[in-house]
């Protein structure tokens, strides 16, 4: 009797349990679906952001809709980044990530290195080969195709490749410098590969990148142009300009991107010719706005200050200039150009700036009605090997 009184009594207890247990998991499963419908109603009537002051840089707008696009990948993928971008609470759970890792103590988060002499680089991650390819190909064709136009390519490797004596002992490094070699062996010869990393690495104990931001300084851009100049064959004897400080407190991207705190800040140049004859017109197209300098002075009032050049990334910018040059160029950049353009100006009459990641319209009948006579690639090399728009862009999809 005893007995089975004691299994009645345990057969109640697990009972209740069982009871309890399941009503736990019904009511944490509805918090779940709940939190999930309200993240999802909340990511379909919050209004999108164009700058994320988090990691100091311009988000993704949603894609204009073809079925071209759908049908070739290019709408998916920009919608995917576009998502990915606008999702809401973003930039609160990168922070949280960013501060528990710097208690763990760790020399890399989200992608960036603590270094040596203050400087926070980010990682190179391998390219994707398919997109790569697709990318060269898309170059190949479309030098075969524009054989009448003069092309070059300049690649900017990265700090990481050029400063990778101040990166943390063992940290485990892709060679930036072989990828750069192998693109140069796949192109085709109509393209004129500038020697971009000892044009850097001869000044590498220089300010040639920034300590906090993922960009080369305008003294870097310089450099730059310099050995562009010498491919391009323009004439820069006697050129001169005022270097003028517009920023000493700039926190880049990789400051924001990392969450990691630094005591060194950045300074932002500007390189003023001392020819008064060089003057430009800068058109911004989608925008429908003009300006008289590729300089946006109200970009210093903001965290994102590296828009000083050019007021940020624009799909297409068409650059008037003084020049009684008959030489027009076709700048495919990333926002590497942004800085070195301002070296350009007085060798092209026209300079048109057309960025893949943002630009949808045709690329042929804008070489065309413009009369393009000669075209540059110049990104960074984390930008290109990275880089999945460029291929869509030259096929004219």
């Known amino acids: 009797m005893k007995k089975r009184c004691l299994k009645n009594k345990n057969e109640s207890k697990?009972?209740?349990?069982?009871?309890?247990?399941?009503?736990?998991?019904?009511?944490?499963?509805?918090?779940?679906?709940?939190?999930?419908?309200?993240?999802?109603?909340?990511?379909?009537?919050?209004?999108?952001?164009?700058?994320?002051?988090?990691?100091?840089?311009?988000?993704?707008?949603?894609?204009?809709?073809?079925?071209?696009?759908?049908?070739?990948?290019r709408f998916t993928t920009k919608y995917e980044k576009y998502k990915v971008d606008q999702f809401i609470g973003r930039d609160f759970f990168i922070n949280v990530k960013s501060h528990i890792d710097r208690m763990l103590g760790k020399k890399q988060n989200n992608g960036v290195y603590i270094c040596d002499d203050g400087y926070l680089m980010e990682e190179f991650s391998k390219p994707d080969k398919e997109s790569l390819n697709e990318n060269i190909k898309a170059i190949n064709d479309f030098a075969k195709k524009h054989k009448d136009i003069n092309q070059y390519m300049f690649i900017a490797p990265n700090a990481i490749s050029i400063l990778d004596d101040k990166l943390p002992t063992y940290a485990p490094v892709l060679d930036q410098k072989k990828y750069l070699d192998d693109l140069n062996k796949s192109l085709d010869n109509k393209i004129n590969f500038i020697d971009s990393y000892n044009a850097l690495d001869k000044h590498k104990d220089e300010y040639i990148y920034y300590k906090t931001d993922h960009h080369w300084t305008t003294l870097g851009a310089y450099y730059g142009f310099l050995e562009t100049a010498k491919a391009m064959k323009l004439d820069n004897k006697g050129k001169e300009y005022n270097i003028e400080p517009v920023a000493n407190d700039f926190y880049g991207t990789l400051y924001s991107k990392s969450g990691f705190a630094s005591k060194d800040t950045d300074t932002i140049d500007v390189y003023i010719p001392k020819d008064d004859s060089d003057q430009v017109v800068v058109n911004y197209v989608e925008e429908k706005k003009k300006a008289p300098s590729i300089y946006n002075s109200e970009k210093l009032k903001t965290k994102d200050k590296y828009g000083v050049f050019l007021g940020g990334n624009h799909p297409l910018v068409k650059i008037s200039t003084t020049s009684t040059s008959d030489r027009k160029l076709l700048l495919v950049k990333d926002s590497y150009a942004n800085s070195m353009v301002q070296f350009l100006t007085p060798y092209f009459s026209e300079i048109i700036m057309v960025d893949p990641r943002y630009f949808y319209e045709d690329i042929e009948k804008l070489i065309d009605k413009e009369n393009v006579t000669d075209m540059l690639y110049l990104y960074n090399a984390n930008t290109f090997f990275s880089d999945n728009t460029l291929a869509p862009v030259l096929n004219n999809i």
């Open 14 to 73: 697990i009972y209740k349990q069982t009871r309890y247990k399941n009503r736990y998991f019904k009511v944490l499963t509805i918090v779940f679906l709940v939190f999930i419908f309200l993240v999802f109603t909340l990511n379909i009537v919050t209004k999108d952001k164009d700058f994320s002051e988090s990691e100091n840089r311009m988000l993704a707008k949603k894609p204009k809709f073809t079925f071209e696009r759908l049908l070739e990948g």
